[in-house]
């Protein structure tokens, strides 16, 4: 009969016939206990009842792979193909293509070729990786955040995010992180294989800054304390949680502003902001300005907010720019309990932590400082000298000099922290 079979389909015959004989197999050997259990109740009589029983088990297993299978064709088969095909996305359009056109460029610019590439993030390892084996560059990754638990992915399988970062980790020089808890997941998932050491986003030192006053906030502020957010808006940095909460501060003492890019997420803000009838009356959106003015741009400022919602994963060891800004700025910071930015507050004597879980808590922590003048003025003195001594780019320099050369490990205790 196979050998009448159109050609095409004799492998097809073959392979159903390999992988049904042992299909067909188990099938047997996990029906023998119920052949047995039959076999057993006809002999002693109690063939019917035990036959039901049978039947009820069937069908209750039965029930239960078909509800598996319904819920996963109505949510997980769904998120499972989404997923698969965001890592097409992030693979091939989007790592893939910028790796294939750094690597040309190089090739068309030999004159131009680096000694050492700074790998930022996943984004840039696989190009980094590429032109190490073309040209010999030493690697350095930097990982920002903990892979899947921030990427523009957040996706499921994990593993394929995993796998194709330890593939590409294998052949880097040194990596480093931003902060000691996403350095200990790293360490702990791809065993110290490369060890990565710690060098957080501090702001390089600003000596002789002073307040710009196209940057002022008085015409706005009239007298009141000076609360501001610099920073990207983006779901999970709790800002809607501040701007719903306003609603407890006194507004007669305090202003809210927040200044970052136009995205549609500043755009649902402001609505929201309108909705509470504080918009532009307590409540300010201020353009963006240049990484390079932020620290000046928040000098003008009393208070400033690291809001971020600290039961999202990837904040657990968040390490923001603006914590560094804010301290260089000499303002006094209120923060959600994210585990880094706490120990800083606390090592500088800069801050406030509050309970971000807590709905009060926010607004109590900010009338606590509003009616102390003295102790906002003594934290923002406070930042400003911690920033200056421990917590600036200047301190941490060194691990990276040492990594760029390949004359160590890069491991370095924090200046402080």
Known sequence: ??????????????????????????????????????????????????????????????????????????????????????????????????????????????????????????????????????????????????????????????????????????????????????????????????????????????????????????????????????GGFAAGRGLEQVIDGWAKVDDTKAALFLRGPNNAHRDALIRAAARTGRLDQSIYFLPSVSEDKLTIAAMDADIGLVPYLSHIENHQGACPNKVGQYMQAGIAIVSANLPYVAALLSAGECGEIYDDLDENALHESLMKLIQQPDILMRMGQNGRAFARKHYNFESYFPILASLYRGSGTGIQNSPNV
């Open 1 to 230: 009969m196979l050998s009448r079979l159109n050609p095409i389909l004799l492998p097809l015959a073959v392979l159903a016939a390999v992988v049904m004989a042992p299909l067909w197999l188990v099938i047997t050997l996990l029906l023998l206990p119920w052949r047995m259990l039959d076999y057993v109740a006809e002999r002693l009589g109690q063939h019917e009842r035990t036959t039901r029983r049978i039947e009820r088990l069937v069908l209750s297993v039965r029930a239960w792979f078909f509800w598996r299978v319904d819920d996963l064709a109505d949510g997980g088969l769904v998120r499972l193909i989404n997923g698969l095909n965001a890592y097409r996305w992030y693979f091939f359009t989007h790592a893939g293509a910028f790796a294939r056109r750094y690597i040309q460029w190089l090739e068309n610019h030999p004159e131009s070729r680096p000694d050492v590439i700074h790998a930022n993030d996943p984004d840039a390892l696989l190009a980094a990786v590429l032109a190490k084996s073309a040209f010999g560059c030493r690697v350095i990754y930097d990982a920002h955040e903990y892979g899947p638990d921030a990427y523009i992915l957040h996706t499921r399988p994990r593993a394929l995010f995993f796998a194709y970062e330890r593939l590409l980790m294998r052949h880097v020089d040194g990596a480093v992180t931003v902060s000691p808890p996403i350095a200990e997941k790293f360490n702990k998932t791809y065993n110290g294989k490369p060890h990565f050491v710690v060098v957080p986003n501090a702001s390089p030192l600003a000596d002789g800054l002073k307040p710009d006053p196209q940057f002022s906030l008085d015409e706005l502020a009239h007298g009141r304390i000076r609360v501001l957010y610099q």
